[in-house]
T-cell receptor, first 112, second 115 residues
Framework: DAMVIQNPRYQVTQFGKPVTLSCSQT?????MYWYQQKSSQAPKLLFH???????NEADTPDNFQSRRPNTSFCFLDIRSPGLGDAAMYLC???????????FGSGTRLTVV | RKEVEQDPGPFNVPEGATVAFNCTYS??????FFWYRQDCRKEPKLLMS???SGNEDGRFTAQLNRASQYISLLIRDSKLSDSATYLC????????????????FGQGTILTVHP
């Protein structure tokens, strides 16, 4: 029944080693979002896709990239993770004209 | 100024208590409003939407005052299972003028209900 699936649930990566987080959805929603949530902080929007159109938040570091090869999948690439990038990464989807957002269960990233 | 600002908390209340959370938002063009609940190390989950007329869902009542840009959540008869972080969330229009917007979250208020 899971509709927005994030893999893996937990990811440990080495400082400076590229890492990719994935999100897939079975809802056929046009819009997909990536949020970063650090400990005791609010989720913060990194970027989103409207179909294949990519929209970056102004303060998202260049170290973060994203790919959306098709409607169902979206990837978050962190090119050179630093200790400060340790966080929960949340994927969410929404249909245009729709009301609700659907969140995945998140990937918790640890940088060692 | 934060875009969405909440009571800092934490709130520590006994079972059966009534507790209220407040939230203000800065973008007057915000279109829709929500309360989300987040359990420790889990994703946020929608608790309820907030309408101008006020709305109730069981023990939970939400209010919106657009003129004051203020949102509230009231929890009556608190249960142990209500212990969580409550996030005030605002749907802001995307600057590109599209119809789908983006969610902006408050920092959250931690609620602990004790026996």
């Amino acid at each position: 029944d899971a509709m927005v699936i994030q893999n893996p649930r937990y990811q440990v990566t080495q400082f400076g080693k590229p890492v990719t987080l994935s999100c897939s959805q079975t809802l056929n929603h046009n819009v997909m979002y990536w949020y970063q949530q650090k400990s005791s902080q609010a989720p913060k929007l990194l970027f989103h896709y409207y179909d294949k159109d990519f929209n970056n938040e102004a303060d998202t570091p260049d170290n973060f990239q994203s790919r959306r090869p098709n409607t169902s999948f979206c990837f978050l690439d962190i090119r050179s993770p630093g200790l400060g990038d340790a966080a929960m990464y949340l994927c969410a989807t929404r249909a245009t004209g729709g009301y609700g957002y659907t969140f995945g269960s998140g990937t918790r990233l640890t940088v060692v | 100024r934060k875009e969405v600002e909440q009571d800092p908390g934490p709130f520590n209340v006994p079972e059966g208590a009534t507790v209220a959370f407040n939230c203000t938002y800065s973008n007057s063009a915000s279109q829709s409003f929500f309360w989300y609940r987040q359990d420790c190390r889990k994703e946020p989950k929608l608790l309820m939407s907030v309408y101008s007329s006020g709305n109730e869902d069981g023990r939970f009542t939400a209010q919106l005052n657009r003129a004051s840009q203020y949102i509230s959540l009231l929890i009556r008869d608190s249960k142990l299972s209500d212990s969580a972080t409550y996030l005030c969330v605002v749907n802001e229009p995307w600057t590109g003028g599209t119809s789908y917007g983006k969610l902006t979250f408050g920092q959250g208020t931690i609620l602990t209900v004790h026996p």
